[in-house]
């Protein structure tokens, strides 16, 4: 999770400095195109954060893009009332 | 299927995406009102756009502008309750809806206070 990053300190002597890493970008489970409204934090940041701030309220929010949502909503309506 | 006053329809977008409106007025070429009603289908009464509606072969007799009340009894006289499975709200809930009073708005005074 850390990244180890090398510094050269102004004694001339280099240190490794531990960097935090950031998690991937969370994307569409159809398109794979990144989602909006869903913030790229650890697990356990995520947790702290209110439920609205995690992923946005719409059905399949944090998991679906919206343009993938409303073509899977339009074809189940066609397919179910023809 | 046109969208005319009536026609029951499926939001595709928004908050509300995946919940069933019915269309009470077309407010212009690009927008009409629509409303569930909230208690029913959890879809407030409210102007939506035509691109975020997805049309049912299903339309119920209401006269323009109607209130949720009247759509909600064309809803058991068309029985769609079944076809759609909605759960009918009971007297008590519809009495509940009626009697939540909106919190009024906080007014300007807090700010004088500061000054």
């Known amino acids: 999770m850390m990244l180890r990053v090398k510094k050269r300190t102004p004694t001339g ?5 531990l960097k935090k890493r950031k998690p991937r970008i969370a994307r569409c489970a159809i398109c794979k195109k990144p989602l909006h409204a869903v913030p790229r934090k650890t697990p356990s940041e995520t947790r702290k954060l209110p439920k609205t ?3 946005p309220e719409r059905a399949y929010g944090g998991y679906l893009c919206s343009n993938c949502l409303k073509e899977l909503l339009r074809e189940g309506i066609r397919k179910r009332f023809g | ?13 928004g908050r509300e995406s995946g919940r069933y409106c019915v269309v009470l007025k077309k407010i212009s070429d690009a927008f009409v009102l629509v409303t569930g009603p909230k208690i029913l289908t959890g879809v407030k009464r409210r102007k939506c756009n035509i691109e975020h ?3 049912l072969p299903y339309n119920l007799e209401i006269k323009e502008d109607a209130s949720d009340e009247e759509v909600i009894s064309a809803f058991e006289k068309a029985n769609l309750t079944k076809k759609l499975d909605l759960k009918l709200p009971s007297a008590a809930e519809v009495k509940a809806e009626k009697e939540k009073v909106k919190p009024e708005k906080k007014t300007k005074e807090k700010k004088e206070k500061k000054k």
């Open chain 1, 13 to 17: 002597k280099v240190f490794i400095h």
């Open chain 2, 53 to 55: 509606l997805e049309a």
């Open chain 2, 1 to 13: 299927m046109p969208l005319e006053i009536g026609r029951v329809c499926m939001k595709v977008a």
């Open chain 1, 53 to 55: 701030k995690r992923r």
